[in-house]
């Protein structure tokens, strides 16, 4: 099934989780889901330590907004929330 197979059948999503691993990936999962982000929802990018999934991030979603913010040590150092504004 593919990701646009899958996001027909969703509204709204209020936590999207990534962990998609490639920029390709990345970038594919964010273009097909971020639209269906609800208002004040959430994105974890959980491979943000990766260039290729920044990239992707930046290229789709734009440069980080406030509501956005980096966990470190020691709570989970690749896993990257951002909120949809």
């Known amino acids: 099934m593919t990701n646009r197979e899958v996001a027909s059948g969703i509204e ?8 998609a ?11 097909t889901f971020y ?4 208002h ?17 991030f ?3 979603v734009g440069h980080p907004r406030p509501g956005y913010f980096q966990l470190t040590e020691p709570f989970r150092p690749k896993g ?6």
């Not at 990257?80 to 504004?85: D, F």
């Open 40 to 56: 004040r929802g959430w994105i974890i990018v959980d491979d943000w330590h990766l260039a290729g999934c920044r990239k992707a």
């Open 12 to 19: 709204e999503i209020a936590l999207l989780r990534l962990d």
């Open 21 to 31: 691993d490639l920029y390709s990936s990345t970038q594919d999962c964010i273009q």
């Open 58 to 60: 930046h290229e789709t």
């Open 80 to 85: 990257v929330p951002y909120k949809v504004s």
């Open 35 to 38: 639209p269906l982000v609800s």
